[in-house]
């Protein structure tokens, strides 16, 4: 089973060496000194880090999802609390969070470790968050054709933190809503009474299915 680090960006590999100049030239332009000790490997060091923070490029994210398989079941599924670390497009600063996407499904679904694989296919690029919640949203529609998709990403921004208007520990949440949750304010209500439930730090998505609408969560 794939971790992240299945997600490596060939192009980064292919033009290490270029990009390991470019990163010795900002130290220079920045002030500093590349030839200090400490910062002797440090191009080398970002080179192998942008392989893998921008993994995403290598996939297309709609393969992300893998095999999908005939189910009949046709209520409520959710995984939640999936780690993202991602790139502000903006500042090229990290931002990172938790996504919890929930969909019910038309008779077919996706591996549950498959939409861990999506997250990281879509949020190891640059990106804005809003993009992120979005693609995930229409790719679980556009793959699975699902009755209704629901897509919740919580965010910290470390360019929001670290400069400007800098509020640390402010969150961003962001939600997309596809198919019957767009109509259906009982389904919404559900999906973020869901999310809330058992709240606790930790890497583990967790998946609730739903008996009925109301249902009980196993
Ligand atoms: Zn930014």
Redesign the pocket.
Known sequence: MGGVKDYMNGKVAANREQIEYHVEKILQLIGEDPGREGLLETPARVTRMYEEIFGGYSVDPREALGVTFDESHEELVIVKDIVYYSQ??????P?FGKVHIGYIPSGRIAGLSKLARLVEAVSRRLQ?QERITAQIADIMTEVLNPHGVMVVVEGE????CARGVKKPGSKTVTMATRGTFREDAAARAEFLALIKKNRRRGFAPFMYTAKSPSGTVK
């Open positions: 502000c497009e903006h500042h090229m600063a931002f804005v921004h470390l360019c929001m």
